[in-house]
């Protein structure tokens, strides 16, 4: 991968040119290069990202506990500047940067908007989506016991099912999830992905679609309002503030995208890694009541963030390393959950073992993913059901079948999975 900026490193900062999030190795296996990363140089530059990187924990929650000196303003910047024929086609959606979903906004504007949306991610409302969850969880598992002894995971349940939830809490129309996943996964691509040339101009196509759909949603919305997030977004917030448009439409792709990708991945590593340490799987299936250690273990051991990004908005000090003011800066959420001062034996996937601190799997602060109940209990419940249904399922082939080029998300593109008949 080339670099992406002309930025470089001030004085006193080590310089990582091993550190490439998007070679195929660090893609299947990105933790060993963390681990040496919080040992030998923990906040370093990466000129294949033109940024410095913070692999610890505490330095981690430093940063984004401090929004004045760490702006959210970056967090979707794409990976590499967009072609011209990219761009021109760009140009036919909406104003980019207007687009923002809430997670590259900074307060007071994050906190406006995230308030317009927590009444509808509570506990008491995601306990009622719960019979909802495991329906969805037993039409899957009878659709992949119907089609034989074999699927691939990703498809047949870990995808469809968290997108389907999602759907239904904003009140899109199910019968459009198909689609919605493809254009939600171009809209990753050109945020954080590496890609040819035919793959950049495809993924933007598919994002200005995305943006007309959820504008011509938006729409009906207005005109017949159901009990639905999307038509609850437009009603105006607590301040009387209305939402623009285009401020909406941003809001509705991320929550698509942060509604199923990041619960996708949890239960396919979940799985994965369950099935490569069997004595847990015949742990969880003696015990359903672990459902929830299993769904917490994933998302600390392999979760979904690998890494988000910072704008430094003067000059600062991290870990002893001075980063200068408007530096990019990627803070490694997946190394912070493997790291060593903060979880013992934190390199072994154990489900029974009481964790001390909690993961950054959703963040931490202001940007604390909202929608982290609901994936908890997404987690929760399939692994309950998952375990009581096909005790026997095991892996097919040993591994995932490969994993989106993305630095930012952990993206397993599949997970080939048999069981007995």
């Known amino acids: ?87 021109e086609i760009l140009a036919c959606g909406f104003d980019p940067s207007k687009l923002g979903a809430m997670i590259m906004l900074d307060p007071p504007e994050h906190d406006k908007i995230r308030r317009s949306l927590s009444a509808r991610f509570t506990p008491k409302r995601i306990t009622q989506l719960e019979t909802e969850i495991g329906t969805a969880a037993n039409n899957f598992i009878d659709h992949m016991q119907v089609a034989g002894t074999s699927a691939d995971f990703v498809e047949a349940f870990a995808y469809p099912l968290p997108l389907r939830i999602i759907c239904r809490l904003l009140g899109i129309p199910v019968e459009d999830s198909e689609q ?60 009387g503030d209305v939402l623009d448009d285009v401020v909406l439409v941003g809001q509705v792709m991320g929550l698509v995208n942060a509604g199923h990708e990041t619960t996708t991945t949890v239960l396919t590593m979940g799985l994965y890694h369950l099935l490569s340490n069997r004595e847990q799987w015949e742990m969880l299936c003696a015990d359903r009541g672990l459902a929830a250690a299993v769904a917490e ?32 800066i990627a803070i490694v959420n997946g190394s ?14 154990d489900i029974t073992k009481k964790r001390d601190k909690p993961n950054l799997a959703f963040g931490r602060g202001a940007h604390y993913c909202l929608g982290a109940n ?48």
């Open 297 to 328: 273990e994933s998302l600390r051991f392999d979760g979904p963030i690998k890494q988000l990004w910072r704008r430094s908005t003067r000059d600062v000090e991290v870990g002893g390393v001075p980063i200068p003011r408007g530096a990019r």
């Open 336 to 349: 912070a959950n493997h790291d060593e001062a903060m979880f013992d034996d934190s390199e072994r996937f």
């Open 180 to 239: 919605l996943h493809e254009w939600a996964t171009f809209k990753l691509a050109l945020q954080f992905g590496d890609m040819s040339l035919d793959e950049h101009v495809r993924a933007a196509r598919g994002y200005v679609e995305f943006q007309r759909y959820v504008a011509n949603l938006i729409d009906q919305k207005r005109a017949d309002p159901q009990d639905d997030l999307i038509s609850a977004m437009l009603a105006p917030t607590a301040e």
């Open 1 to 87: 991968m080339t670099g992406i900026s002309t930025e470089s490193p001030g004085k006193g900062c080590p310089v990582v040119d091993g550190y490439q999030p998007a070679a195929d190795d660090q893609l299947v296996d990105p933790f060993s290069a963390w681990a040496v990363a919080r040992r030998e140089t923990p906040v370093f530059f990466a000129p294949a990202l033109g940024a410095y990187v913070v692999t610890r924990y505490d330095d981690i929650c430093a940063i984004v506990n401090d929004p004045q000196a760490f702006s959210s303003s970056d967090i979707l910047k794409p990976l590499k500047p967009a072609p011209l024929a990219v761009t």
């Open 374 to 421: 609901l994936a908890r209990s997404e987690a929760r419940i399939s692994f309950e059901i998952l375990s009581a249904r096909i005790p026997s399922i095991r892996l097919a082939t040993g591994a995932p079948s490969g994993y989106a080029r993305n630095v930012t998300v952990r993206m397993p593109l599949g997970l080939e999975v048999e069981w007995d008949g």
